[in-house]
């Protein structure tokens, strides 16, 4: 029979802090992965000058 895990992984690489923070986002959507990204697109709504956005460009094929 195989155990699983039970402790959450220890990194040590200096991003608990932005760990943490994502925890608590994804608490507060009760973990629903659509509920967050509804949140984000309204965000994305109330902040709209910050948001870049690249412009389509057709680039021609060279005439040979």
């Known amino acids: 029979m195989k155990k699983t895990a039970t402790k959450t992984a220890i990194h040590d690489d200096g991003l608990e802090w932005l760990r943490k923070v994502r925890r608590k986002l994804s608490a507060e959507c009760n973990h629903d992965p659509?509920?967050?990204?509804?949140?984000?697109?309204e965000r994305e709504k109330e902040f709209s000058g910050r948001i870049f956005r690249t412009q389509r460009v057709l680039v021609p094929a060279d005439e040979s």
Not at 34 to 41: A, I, N, P, V
């Open 34 to 41: 659509f509920e967050m990204g509804r949140r984000l697109r």
